[in-house]
C-alpha cells in the first residue's frame, strides 16, 4: 500500500529502554543515518548512574535523544516528537519528556503485569486511558521479532536481544533514514558471526517492513537535509572533539602529548579515546589517584610535554593544590575538567556548569589561571588547540571547562583542513649567558628550561621566588610584585583574544543574553524564536571566561539589560557583576538536566517587556 | 643505554667534581642535622656516576629533607607535599634519558604521600628514592611520624603516641619494590656503597636512610650509629655471605617453624646460619626487615632485595613502538576523516 509522505522541517526522536536494551546503540546507529542524509542534528544520551540497576525498574531506564532538521538547529530539542518505549518503566521515566499531543510507541510484549508492577504501575497506561493525550502505538516487537529470526537457529536469549534493531528498522521507515548505512555496519559489527549478524538483520528489517507494510502508521514523515557550507563532514562526540585537538595541538607544536588521568566519570571517555591513539606518540598513564596524575602531568610538563590531565567533579577538588604548584612554578598543563553535578559525588552522569568559579578561585592564596570553554561537541577541537597555545605561550596552566553534555553530545562537523590548522612554537630555553628562570618575556613568561639542556640547570618549586633570578624569597615587596606578575600575565592573555562578538542583528535590541559553555545551543534557539516574532534580542558568547576579551566591560553595559543563562547558582552572574557593575541577571538552572529553550524563550521574553 | 646504570645514565664525564653538582645556596638546615652528612656523601658520589648535571634530575617533597634540591646544581624540583614520586615519574617517563632521584622524609613518603611511594615502586619508575627516616617531623617542630614508636611523647602526642609505625623497608618490599636497601647518614661509606648499587640498578631504588634529628629526635638511632654501639647492634647485610654481626659472635639463623632468629654463633648449627641471598624471592628479605621491631634492637643494614624488572618508562615507550607497528604512524587527516562521513557540494 502507499503511505503519504508528512513534511516536517525539525523532529525530535527519543529511544529509551532498560540499560540492558541497547538504546545508546540504537540512538548512535540512527544518528549517523541521520547525518549522513544530510539533516542538522544534536543527540543527547541519558544514561542512568548504575553499571546494571535492577532491569525493568526506573532506576535502569538509558535514553537516547536527537533532535534533527532542515534547518541549522543547536539543541537536541526541549521535548521528544517520537518516544520509542520498549518497557513500562522507559514510559514511567520519560513521559514527561514527550510534547504534548505527541507520538509514543511501545513494546507491547513488555507490558505485562510483572513489568507494570516493577516500573510502579498500578495498571497498564497504554490501556487505561491514561496517555489520552498521546498517539500511542502499541507494537509487539519482541515477539515480531522472535518470529522473524526463528529459522535462523539462534537461541531464543539472542533472538529477544536483537528487538532494538527492530526498534531501530522501524523508526528509520517512518524517518526516510538510508537502510544501507545501517546494513553496513551490521555486516562490519557482526561479520565474523554470521547467526547474530543474519538475526540482527533480520530484526532490523522486519522492523522497517513493519512500518511500510502495516496499516498503524497511516504516513512517513520527511525532513530535507539542511542547508551546510560546502566541505566534508562527519558526526563527532566532544570527548572524541577533545581528545583530536590535542592530538592536533601536538602535532602542530611539535611537543609531545602526555596525558595522565584517574579513572572517573565522565571524563573517563577522554583517557579511553586518548588511549587508543598511541600511535600518535601519545602517552596515557592511568594514574593512582588524581593527585597523582596532576603531579605526572607536571613532571612532564617540567620535561618539556604537552602535558594534560583531566577530570571531572570531585577530582578537580583533589587537583587544586598541584594546579596552584603549576601557577606558581609557570609551567605549561592542561586541566581539562568535565563538569558534572555536584557537591561532592552529586550525581556524576548529570550535567551542571558548577566549576567555574572553583576554577577561578577554588585555590589557596592568590593564584589565577586561564579559562577557557567549549560551547559544543565539535568546539571542543578548537578550545583544546587554543587552551594548548595559551598554556605553552604563556607558561601558564589552563583550565579546559567541558561538561558531561559536550562529552557524550554529538554533532556533524565541517571537517577543518589539517594543513591549515594553527601551529606554534614551544620555544625551549637554551644556555646564552647567565640563566635567569624567572626573567621574563614581553608576555610576561618565564623560559621553558627542561632538564637535559646544557647550562640551564635550575630549580623550582612551591616556595615563593624572587623575580627574575627564581632564588627562594621571603621579601614582602617580592611576594607582591610576583602576585602581581602573575596576575597581569593572565589578564595580558586578553591582549591576543579575538573580542566578544556580539549578535544583534536588527542593532537595536535592548536585552542582552550572554552565555558560556554548553548553554550557548539553548541560547541561540531561545533568540531565535524571539527574533523570528519580530523582537530584538541581543546574544553574546564568552569562550574564555579568564580573561574575559577586553570588550566585556562595553558589551554588558551598553544594553538595558543583560541575561545570563547558567547550569548553576550564577557563577558569571557573579562574575560579571562584581567586575563591570551592571545589573546582569541570572538565569539559573541546576537540576542535571539541559535549559529548555521553551524556559528561557519566556524569561527573555519576560526581561524584554520588563 | 649503558652498563652500570640502566636507562637513565645519559651522557658520561669523566672530569666531573662534588663541585659540579653543590649549587651556590647555603644550606639551612639545624646545625649537627644529619641531612648534612647526606648531601655531603650524595654530592661527593654524583661525580662517580659520570652523568652530567643537566641530566641529572632531583625532586623533593615538603618537610626538612625537601629542601635537599635546592643545594644539588642540577635541574631541581621542590613539588607538594608527598607527591614527589608522581612528579618524579613525570619526569621519568617524559625522559628515560635522566638520572632521577627522589628527596623525601618519613612523613613525606609514608604519611601523606604513602600511595605515591608504593605505586612508583610497583610499576619500577626508574628513580632513585633517598628516604629520610628520623621518626620525627622536624619541620613543623615535633610532631610524631608514621615510623616513631609507640608511646612517642611529642607536641602532638604529650601521653604518648597510639598508633602502630610503618616499617619502611618491610612496606617497599610488599608494595613490589625491585630494590630495597636501608644505611645510615653517618656512615659515609656504606651510605655511599648503598648509593651506588642504586644507581646501578635498572629501576626504581628506595633507600631508607636512617637519619638523625638532633633537635626533635636526638639519639634516636644510637645503638646503630654510635660507634660503640653499632658495633654490637648492626647487621650488615652482603650479598652471597652468612649473616654473622657483633665481631662474629651473633647469627641471624632459621629457627623454629622457619621463622628467622638471632643468636649466638657457638651455640647454632652452621647449617642453620643464613646466607644472604639479595636476588632470590623478597620473602628472605622480609623475614630480615622484620628480625628486628625497629632501631632499638640488632637491625639489618644493606640492600635487602634486588631484582630485574622492565622499567616503566620502558615498557611504556615499547607499548607506543607496538602501536605504530600495529596501525601504522598516526595520521591526524586520517585520524579527522575516519568513520562515515558525508560531504556537501
Redesign the interface.
Known sequence: MSKTIEERDHVVVRFAGDSGDGMQLTGDRFT?AT??L?NDLATLPDFPAEIRAPAGTVHGVSAFQIQFASTDITTPGDHADVLIAMNPAALKADLDKVARGGTIIVNEDSFMQRNLDKAGYDSDPTTDGSLDAYQVYRVPMTSITVRAVESLGVGKKEAERAKNMFALGLVSWMYGRPVD?TLHWLEQKFGGKPEIYEANLAAFNAGYNFGETTELFAHQVHVDAAP????????VAGAQALA?GL??AA?RSGL?L?Y?SYPITPASELLHELSK?????L?T?Q???E??AA???????????L?VTGTSGPGIDLKS??IG?AVI?ELPMIVVDVMRAGPSTGMPTKNEQADLLPAMFGRHGESPIPIVSAASPADCFEVAMEAARVAVRYRTPVFLLSDSFLQSSSEPWL??D?DDLPSFEPNFASANGEFLPYARDDRLARPWA??????????????EREDVTG??SYDPENHERMTELRRRKVEGIADELPELGVDDPTGDAEVLVLGWGSTAGTIRAAAGRIRASGTAVATAHLRWLNPLPVNTGDVVTRYRKVLIPELNSGHLALLIRGRYLVDARSFSKVQGLPIWADDLEDAIRRLIDE | MSETNGESS?SRVATLTKKDFT?D?EPRWCPGCGDYAILAAVQGFMPELGV????T?F??G?GCSGRF??Y?????????HG?AP??????????P??NVWVVTGDGDALSIGG??LI?ALRRNVNIKILMFNNQIYGLTKGQYSPTSEEGKVTKSTPFGSVDHPFNPVAVALGAEGTFVARTVDNDRKHLTDTLRQAAEHPGAAFIEIYQNCNVFNDGAFDLLRDKAQGVHNQIRLADGEPIVFDEGTRCVRVGENGRLEIAPVEASDPASIVTHDAHGRPSLAFALAHLSHGPTEPTCIGVFHEEERPTYGEA?RA??DR??E?????D??A???G???????
Open positions: 549517523n547525518a549522513i544530510g548505512v551546510a557550507a560546502p566541505g566534508t563532514y562527519r558526526n583530536w592530538i592536533a602535532r609531545p602526555f595522565a591513539h598511541k600511535n600518535f606518540g602517552l598513564i594514574a593512582e589517584d593527585i597523582a603531579n605526572i602531568a607536571l613532571g612532564a610538563a617540567f620535561t618539556g610535554q602535558a593544590e598541584t604548584l612554578t571537517l577543518p589539517v627542561i632538564p637535559g639542556t646544557p647550562g640551564l640547570e635550575h630549580r623550582i618549586g612551591g616556595l632564588d627562594i | 645519559g649549587s645556596q652530567e648535571p643537566h641530566n634530575v625532586v623533593s615538603i634540591t635546592y644539588m646544581d642540577t635541574y631541581g624540583f621542590h613539588g607538594i607527591r608522581a612528579l618524579a615519574t613525570g619526569v621519568a617517563v617524559a625522559n634519558e635522566l600511595n605515591h605505586h611504556v607499548q607506543l602501536a605504530v600495529r596501525l601504522g604512524l598516526g591526524l587527516g585520524l579527522l576523516h568513520g562515515d562521513t558525508w560531504t556537501v557540494g
